[in-house]
């Protein structure tokens, strides 16, 4: 149980265009759901939380109109990167926080996207 | 806010000797994970500690939190190369209710 996956697993563009990775919680729901970059041989870093229904927060330094969250149900989040540079080129991965295992706030990763920007 | 830091950030082991990977947190943390990561992979969860004094063990790993002096370890008995990974510690905050990730382990174990 608890499995999130993430679509696509990876990705190439060209500057200026958009792309848009979905994150899905695929036998359980998920109210928040959590969207991280990792650069190459360096920690995650949290760029917004996104819950159900309702606008994401985002981070400090992090961009809400270059980084659309949209968190439609239940079990889907979307993270939109807007006229992509290549200094957005990094492995995003997304978490899933179970709706009915609060108490722990365990958070389930997806397998990640790798975005490279040309 | 809290901060998270692990060290050391490159571990290179041999096989069959033991090791401690430690955690610092800056602030009061109500639980702390450790997951592992291979590269180009995402994060797998190892485990979850709520409390001071708790201590897990699953195979050659084994965590535990010092709440107290803001620790966490992860101790690695008898290290085989499948354990070699990048370990993360994070830490959460109620209030927040976020995790914060430290800076990652890479370990390598040798032959």
């Known amino acids: 149980g608890a499995v999130v996956s993430q679509h696509p697993s990876w990705v190439i563009c060209k500057s200026g265009t958009s792309v848009k990775i979905e994150c899905r919680s695929l036998?359980?729901?998920?109210?928040?759901m959590f969207w991280y970059r990792q650069f190459p041989k360096q920690s995650l870093m949290l760029m917004a939380t996104?819950?159900?229904?309702?606008?994401?927060?985002?981070e400090q330094g992090v961009e809400k109109d270059k980084f659309l969250i949209n968190h439609a149900s239940l079990t889907l989040s979307t993270l939109t990167v807007t006229s992509a540079h290549p200094e957005d080129s990094s492995f995003y991965i997304c978490?899933?926080?179970?709706?009915?295992?609060?108490?722990?706030?365990?958070?389930?990763f997806g397998p990640g996207t790798r975005l490279t920007v040309l | 806010e809290l901060k998270v830091e692990q060290n050391p950030l490159f571990l290179s082991m041999q096989e069959g000797k033991n090791y401690t990977i430690y955690c610092n947190y800056s602030?009061?943390?109500?639980?702390l994970y450790w997951y592992r990561q291979d590269p180009g992979k995402s994060l797998e969860s190892l485990f979850v500690?709520?409390?001071?004094?708790a201590v897990k063990q699953e195979g050659r790993l084994m965590a535990s939190l010092d709440t107290k002096a803001r620790l966490s370890t992860l101790h690695i008995t008898a290290a085989v190369h499948d354990l070699s990974a990048t370990y993360f510690c994070?830490?959460?905050?109620?209030?927040?209710?976020?995790?914060?990730f430290g800076t990652g382990t890479r370990l390598q174990v040798t032959l």
């Open positions: 978490s899933a926080r179970d709706r009915l295992a609060s108490n722990l706030n365990l958070e389930f």
């Open positions: 994070a830490g959460h905050t109620g209030t927040a209710s976020k995790l914060t």
């Open positions: 996104s819950n159900e229904g309702s606008k994401a927060t985002y």
């Open positions: 500690l709520l409390s001071n004094g």
């Open positions: 036998d359980f729901q998920a109210t928040t």
């Open positions: 602030t009061t943390s109500d639980r």
